[in-house]
Nanobody, 131 residues
């Protein structure tokens, strides 16, 4: 099992930046796919930025490409989401998630994108972007 704790959310004006952090309770880098999901009121939870085990591949939702960057610090068991050029449409609760992914030498599979693929979730951190 792994426990996930997000931090870094807040309120910013459009065009601003935030960096979210997700601290894991155990080593994750070569064991888990890690991702950021978000859910706005009355909308389904969607994958925003996801990284396969050991960072072999990444996925970004079209709506955040070029603005958001996912990264990991394997020494701190921490996942990050750098969010730049924020828009009001980015307003949502942001969740960190993890699921075990097999790392096979020489392969570069895409990370799972559906929230139902993930077993472990943080409590979420709110991001509010005002116009």
């Amino acid at each position: 099992q792994v426990r996930l704790v997000e931090s870094g959310g807040g309120s910013v004006q459009a065009g601003g930046s935030l960096r979210l952090s997700c601290a894991a309770s155990r080593y994750t880098y070569t064991v888990y796919c890690m991702g950021w999901f978000r859910q706005a009121p009355e909308k389904e939870r969607e994958g925003v930025a996801i990284v396969y085990t050991a960072g072999v591949t990444t996925y970004y939702a079209d709506s955040v490409k070029g603005r958001f960057t996912i990264s990991q610090d394997s020494t701190k068991n921490t996942l990050y989401l750098q969010m730049d050029s924020l828009k009001p449409a980015d307003t949502a609760m942001y969740y960190c998630a993890a699921t075990r992914c097999t790392l096979v030498a020489g392969t570069r599979p895409p990370p799972p994108r559906l929230s139902t693929d993930y077993n472990y979730w943080g409590q979420g951190t709110q991001v509010t972007v005002s116009s």
